[in-house]
């Protein structure tokens, strides 16, 4: 907890009451990620509403960068990707009343911990979302039809899958999963 705690403090984020966890995770053959301008959207959507007060970026060095270059507004307070170890992860999931991102590892780390988290699973299936008492994902219309097929999986560009994930829709499911947590 202490290594989380003295990164946020190096942020001069003090209070975590109403904090997001963002985690964009990589661009991977198999899974499509969802675009990072998007995520930034969503961002401020949340902090405009005032249902959030600070977004931090988790994930690696490699997100650190392609975030930076990516975040024009400065949507994020704390870039924190590449600066924390797993546990430490796990205990800022622990004070966030938000994760949101795509599909990857440290979205169950934030299933584990039971930090309420909307989950972007553009082409994988729903049963490989994280667990946890208050998680939602969110996915692309390709994934959600009933005939949808692995071989078509691979004949479409990956990106046709993140595609048709609006900024309305993964806003509206992070209000709807804050609502449940009140």
Not at 51 to 60: D, M, P, Q, R, Y
Not at 121 to 134: V, W
Not at 145 to 169: C, G, H
Request: proline share 3%; aromatic share 4%; hydrophobic share 45%.
């Amino acid at each position: 907890i202490e290594e989380a705690e003295r990164e946020l403090e190096s942020h001069n984020i003090y209070d975590t009451s109403r904090m997001l966890a963002v985690y964009p995770s990589r661009e991977l053959l198999h899974r499509p990620r969802w675009q990072l301008q998007k995520l930034a959207n969503v961002i401020k959507l949340l902090k405009d509403s005032g249902l959030i007060s600070k977004a931090v970026l988790i994930g690696s060095e490699e997100e650190r960068a392609e975030w930076r270059a990516a975040d024009s507004e400065v949507m994020i307070d704390a870039n924190l990707a590449g600066r924390l170890s797993l546990l430490a992860i796990g205990a800022l999931f622990s004070k966030c009343i938000l994760a949101l991102g795509n599909d990857g590892g440290l979205m169950h780390i934030a299933g584990a911990v039971d930090c309420p988290l909307v989950v972007l699973m553009a082409s994988t299936p729903i049963s490989y979302r994280p667990a946890g008492k208050h998680v939602r994902a969110v996915q692309s219309a390709l994934a959600r039809q009933s005939s949808y097929l692995r071989e078509a999986k691979n004949k479409l560009d990956p990106t046709e899958f993140t595609k048709s994930i609006s900024v309305e829709d993964v806003f509206q499911a992070c209000l709807q999963t804050l609502e449940a947590i009140k």
